[in-house]
């Protein structure tokens, strides 16, 4: 009788995680940057926007994105609370940051 609790209590709790990773990219983000080295994790892209998550790590993951960015030749122009603002040639870029949880940003970029 306490193996069938088990096994029932098991596929309850893959079915769950498993729902949430299928349906919830935030939480795909998340388990790709526990279990690989990498800083920033790409959630969705499309046309102009892309979705990008990094871990806090007491500021760290904010500089992160940041430096990834810049590193893409982008320039810095101003900064409005969590929005950033970047500029290459005839090209701007508009940076949202937001706080996932209290581990983890996540930063739309928005090309104009």
Known sequence: MKWK????IFTGILLVTGTLLAF???VRGAAKLALT????????SA?????????VN???????VLSHVEADG??????????FLYSK??????????MW??????AEMTKG
């Open 58 to 64: 007491d500021g760290a993951g904010f500089q992160d």
């Open 37 to 44: 080295t990498s800083p920033i994790v790409t959630l969705s």
């Open 74 to 83: 982008w320039i810095f122009e101003e900064q409005v609370g969590s929005m």
């Open 89 to 98: 040639g005839e090209e701007s870029l508009v940076i949202m940051l937001k």
């Open 47 to 55: 046309d102009d926007t892309t979705t990008v998550m990094a871990k």
């Open 5 to 8: 609790w088990a096994i029932v």
């Open 24 to 26: 919830n990219g935030h």
């Open 101 to 106: 949880t209290n581990q983890y940003i996540v």
